[in-house]
């Protein structure tokens, strides 16, 4: 199968989510025989060089366009003055539109798959140039995500500025949902929003978030719910060696670009970890992530180790103890977390951290949405050993059922494969 996948950045180093979701998307589909090229725009921010894409991409045909567009006050307020939201015009390439055309003019390709929201800019380029089947491939619910953020956010003016831009995003997000032949959700939260919205019309576009909890999916209508596909993230458990299980410690590993991170370890920090450390003081927190610096001071606390970023996510993992994920907004699903999960690694998450995992709270991790519970969680896998090894053990059973990446990726070449 020829497969053309469009995304906004080059998935390398694989030290974040959105990164680990879109590489191990790529080598799963080579692997399963699939001829995939991948174009995308090589932003400044996560910029890759050529020979770094040769090394660590040739499994894939990589057309990586630059994009050096940055985040600009300037341009964010004058994007007030236009009609689209700042978070996708930022993405908008004219070359990159250019070099697409020539690429689906000169290829032919069986379908071709748009990677994540922020690809979305180029749906129009895409449908002039191929008239087969185009299908959106989600990380997650981005405005979802986008909202929950505002509600933590205390300076007023940012608020509203966001809560306008969120607004914006949100219709462009279902009209794109919608102007899409199918849809590959990584969440089954996700699937049922995706569901919901490709079964409305525009104009109830205002109503969506509030009845995508209530839809039944047994209602809608069965061509809708055929367009759509679940595709759980493979993590190849079996290759990978397993935690030791440090005793009196902990770790944050996530990129800390993404505002949710931040926030949730701050209030980790902040409501938290006195509570742990006034019951067990011999504790330590190791940090870690993607953009981390070592001398940020909102991150001198006591008994805390900053590793600023991380080359091997799997070896912090492994040495390191307890993992936490303490999120307040997000979508899809947290790809840090199944990847500890995968190393038998007992974790600590927030409900909204582990969104998107048919888990069962003191299973395959502990869930606890507030400052005591979540502390009385720590203390009870760090003090209660045998607890804490089977959560590890039932989370490693978990991700090798529901996250095989051979079974699950010859199901979505199925699926791409079907016509409507």
Known sequence: MNILIVGNRVPWPVRDGGAMATYQLLKSLNFEGCNVTYFTLNTKKHWVSQKEIQENLPFVNVVAVPHLVTISAIDAFKNLLTSQSYFLSRYHNQKAKEQLEILLKNNEFDTVIIEGLYSSVFLSTIRQYFNKSVVYRAH??????WSRLIKTESNVLKKWYLSFQVNRLKNEEVQFIQNVDKCVSISPEDQKAFIYIQSQTNSNISQTNNNISQTNNSKLDALTVKRNFLYLPGMDPGLMEKSKLQPDSLFHLAS??????????????SKVWPL????QPE??????GKSLKKSDKRYFHSRLINHGEVDDAAEFMKHHGIGIVPLWAGSGMRMKLLQAMSLGVPCVS???GAQG??????RELLIADNPAEFAEALLKLNTDRKFAIEIGKNALNYVIQHHNSVQNTRALIQFLKTND
Not at 140 to 145: A, D
Not at 256 to 264: I, L, P, R, S
Not at 283 to 288: A, L, Q, R, T, W
């Open 140 to 145: 997650n619910l981005e405005h979802q995500i």
């Open 256 to 269: 800390m670009e993404w505002d949710a991170n931040v926030a949730g370890l701050e209030w980790f920090l």
């Open 276 to 279: 742990v450390l006034s019951k």
């Open 283 to 288: 504790m330590s927190i190791h940090i870690g």
């Open 350 to 352: 927030t409900s909204i």
């Open 357 to 362: 995992l048919n888990v069962e709270n003191g």
